[in-house]
C-alpha cells in the first residue's frame, strides 16, 4: 500500500532527468507543490514508511498517524526533548533544517521536529492536518544566560559552528530583541491555538519534573517517565550562576520589566497591554493541569 501511494505521488522519472541540476522538478501532491532535491532524496529514501504514512494520513486514512512539533525556542532543552520523541518511539529530527517557509522531503520523512521555532508555525498545521505541536519554555533569565553561553561558545569553535549561530551577537541590544521576540512568539502561538487546547502543550522541561511525562502522554505514547537529559554543545555553566547578571538586569531595567517577572517562562506582562494580560497566563505555573 505504501509503494502504491509513494509511486503515485513520486514522480521518479522526472527526478532522474533531473539529477545534473540537482534541483528536482516540482511534484504535485495533494499537499501542494514540493521542491525535492535529488541528494536529499537519496539519503531520506530509506525511510519510505513516514512518508508513504504521512500522505495517508494528509489523505484521511491513516487517523493514527500525527506529526509532532516543538516550536519553542532552542535553548529550552530541546536537545533532551529530541530524546524523549526517540523514547517515545517516534522518528525524530533535531535541526534547523525544517523551520523553514517551504515544504521540503523532511517534512515528510519525519513524525517529530525540535531546535527552535520555524518561521511560520502555522504553515505545519495547514499541511498536517491532526499535527500537534509543543511550545517549550524556560525561565526567562535562564534561557538568555543559556543563550548567552551557548553563541559566545559556538563563536568561540569555529569547526562546531553551524550557519544559525555564526557571528550571533550577545550585547545588550540583542538580548532586548529576544525578549521582545520571546514575548510576540510566545502570544502568537498562545492565540492561535486558543480555541484547540488539546493541540498544543506548553512546558517548562527544565523547570517540571513531569515534563518527559507530561510530553509523551500529549503525543499518545507510552508514558516517558524517567526524564532525559542531553547537551548539544558541553557544559560551559552552571544553572544561575550569574555570569552575566549585571548585563541581563541591565536589559530588564532598560524594558522597564520588574524583577517579579525575570523568571517568567511564557511571557512578560510589563511589555504588553492590559487586554493581554487578562488573557493569558504570564508563567507555567499559573497553567491549570489534568
Known amino acids: 500500500m505504501t509503494l502504491v501511494v509513494l509511486r503515485r505521488y513520486l514522480d521518479v522519472g522526472n527526478m532522474a532527468s533531473d539529477i545534473k541540476s540537482r ?10 507543490k514540493i521542491n525535492f532535491s535529488f541528494s536529499n532524496l ?24 500525527r506529526k509532532v512539533f516543538a516550536i519553542g525556542f532552542h535553548k529550552t532543552a530541546t536537545t533532551s526533548i529530541h530524546e524523549v520523541f526517540l523514547k517515545a518511539g517516534l ?16 517534512h515528510f520523512a519525519y513524525q517529530a521536529f525540535s531546535d527552535g521555532p520555524p518561521e511560520d508555525f502555522t504553515l505545519f498545521d495547514r499541511h498536517f492536518p491532526g499535527s500537534l505541536f509543543i511550545l517549550n519554555t524556560r525561565d526567562l533569565d535562564e534561557w538568555i544566560e543559556s543563550r548567552i553561553a551557548h553563541f559566545r561558545y559556538m563563536n568561540n ?5 553551524r550557519p544559525f549561530v555564526k557571528g550571533r551577537r550577545t550585547d545588550a541590544d540583542s538580548i532586548k530583541r529576544w525578549i521582545h521576540h520571546r514575548n510576540t512568539l510566545h502570544l502568537q502561538m498562545l492565540r492561535y491555538f486558543r480555541d484547540r487546547p488539546d493541540d498544543l502543550l506548553v512546558v517548562n522541561y527544565i523547570r517540571d519534573p513531569h515534563a518527559a511525562e507530561r510530553i509523551s502522554q500529549f503525543i499518545g505514547a507510552e508514558a516517558v517517565k524517567e526524564k532525559p537529559f542531553a547537551r548539544s554543545i558541553p557544559k560551559v555553566r552552571e544553572a544561575r550562576d550569574g555570569k552575566n547578571r549585571d548585563l541581563i538586569e541591565g536589559c530588564f531595567h532598560d524594558l522597564g520589566i520588574p524583577e517579579a517577572e525575570w523568571r517568567n517562562d511564557i511571557y512578560c506582562p510589563s511589555l504588553e497591554n492590559e ?8 508563567d507555567t505555573s499559573e497553567l491549570v493541569r489534568d
Not at 23 to 32: H, Q, S
Not at 157 to 161: A, F, R, V
Request: charged share 20%.
Open 23 to 32: 534541483e528536482v522538478t516540482p511534484v504535485a501532491i495533494e499537499l501542494g
Open 42 to 65: 537519496q539519503r531520506r529514501v530509506a525511510h519510505p514508511w513516514h512518508v508513504g504514512r504521512t500522505l495517508l494520513a494528509n489523505a484521511g486514512i491513516d487517523r493514527n498517524y
Open 91 to 106: 522518528r525524530a529530527t533535531h535541526s534547523v533544517t525544517w523551520q523553514n517557509r517551504k515544504l521540503v522531503f523532511e
Open 157 to 161: 569553535h569555529p569547526g562546531l559552528n
Open 275 to 282: 487586554t493581554v494580560r487578562a488573557q493569558w497566563p504570564a
